[in-house]
């Protein structure tokens, strides 16, 4: 079952450099990001759609403590009342207090595997590690608790 999402940058660049990235595709739809997320990214997939959120000045007002690609995702989620793929903490902390629903790149992981999608977590978690994506300890083991491996 797919569910509509607006995603941020870090999560397409990390998933497309461990060659994950279709699984975004196949747990959400549809899938929209903002301008500044396809700059950040460099490229829309097919199935990514780029829509410019309609309220700037909320999107400004954000960038005064996130950057512009996680204010504008932000603002768009808020509009579209979407959930928002975001991996950064200060900015989850700031999707939250505005009453967004959250997923990272983990839990789309965990997601994608109570899906079928994937076998196990474990090597795309240390595929991720590979690139530099920072996953805590703590978050390693409940990521791979909540994956049952």
Do not use: H, N
């Not at 903002?34 to 997939?45: K, L, M, N, T």
């Not at 196990?120 to 991720?128: D, S």
């Amino acid at each position: 079952m797919t569910e509509p999402a607006v995603t941020d940058s870090t999560c397409l660049i990390a998933l497309e450099q461990i060659g994950y990235l279709d699984l975004l595709p196949a747990l959400f739809d549809p899938i929209q990001a903002p301008p500044a997320v396809e700059r950040e990214f460099g490229a829309a997939p097919p199935w990514l759609t780029v829509v410019a959120p309609a309220d700037v000045a909320l999107a400004k007002a954000l960038e005064m403590t996130i950057d512009e690609g996680e204010a504008e995702a932000i603002a768009l989620a808020i509009e579209r009342e979407w959930r928002i793929i975001l991996d950064d903490l200060q900015a989850r902390a700031v999707a939250q207090q505005m009453g967004l629903k959250l997923i990272g790149t983990v839990g789309i992981l965990v997601r994608a595997k109570r899906a079928g999608l994937l076998a196990e977590v474990k090597p795309v978690l240390q595929a991720l590690d590979r690139i530099g994506f920072y996953l805590s300890e703590p978050l390693m083991k409940e990521v791979l608790r909540l994956a049952d491996e």
